[in-house]
């Protein structure tokens, strides 16, 4: 059976869970490094990049998590997640992951408007979409190998870029798991070429 993690360092954890089972498949709470040999395809949630950052170090992530997307296993990086994927961050010098080339900029839909949520077509996944955004980065850039899967108000806030998905809202926080099941597809494929 395919098995998801979702990085469990700090952030919108037992939501992705349930989210992943709702889907269909089995769903892992990754706690120690170690777990994620275990894992098809990883979660990277939403929460406060610069404080999972810091866990990520404390904790020796940092290695394992690229050698996991050098293996070729899918990661899906939601709001916060999604500025550890990138390449580039506005105003920082260095990423963190820097995995997915996207420039993101950091709490970018204005600091009047903490949250909101808005409807949105993800090409592929949804013609309507209810998304949630809070203190949501979006992607000012994106590579010539990154495919834009949706955009508010002009801005990306959805991209893919083969093995690498990201969203700057938090898809975990309704009831509506078409995104989720668009990321564990990549995962069945991915893992259906690996046994080839
Ligand atoms: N909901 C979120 O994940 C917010 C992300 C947060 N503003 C950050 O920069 O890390």
Redesign the pocket.
């Known amino acids: 059976m395919t098995k998801i993690g979702v990085l469990a360092l700090q952030?919108a954890v037992r939501e992705h869970i349930q989210s992943l089972e709702a889907c269909g498949v089995e769903a892992v709470a990754i706690k120690r490094k170690e777990e994620l040999q275990e894992v098809d395809g990883l979660i990277l949630p939403?929460?406060?990049?610069?404080t999972m950052r810091r866990l990520i170090d404390k904790y020796d992530f940092m290695d394992d998590l690229k050698a996991f997307a050098s293996s070729g296993k899918p990661m899906f990086g939601t709001?916060?997640g999604l500025?550890l994927l990138a390449k580039n961050i506005v105003g920082y010098d260095e990423p963190h992951l820097g995995l997915m080339d996207v420039t993101v900029e950091?709490?970018s839909f204005g600091r009047q408007v903490d949250s909101f949520e808005a409807d949105l077509a993800i090409n592929g996944v949804a013609d309507n979409f209810t998304a949630v955004f809070?203190?949501?980065?979006h992607i000012v850039e994106a590579g010539e190998n990154v495919e834009v899967l949706s955009k508010h108000n002009g801005r990306i806030v959805a991209a893919r870029e083969g093995q690498f998905l990201g969203c700057s809202f938090?898809p975990e926080l309704t009831e509506d798991h078409r995104l989720t099941a668009y990321f564990v597809k990549m995962v069945e494929e991915a893992k259906q070429k690996q046994l080839v």
């Open positions: 952030g939403g929460g406060e990049s610069t709001c916060a500025i950091r709490n809070i203190r949501a980065p938090h």
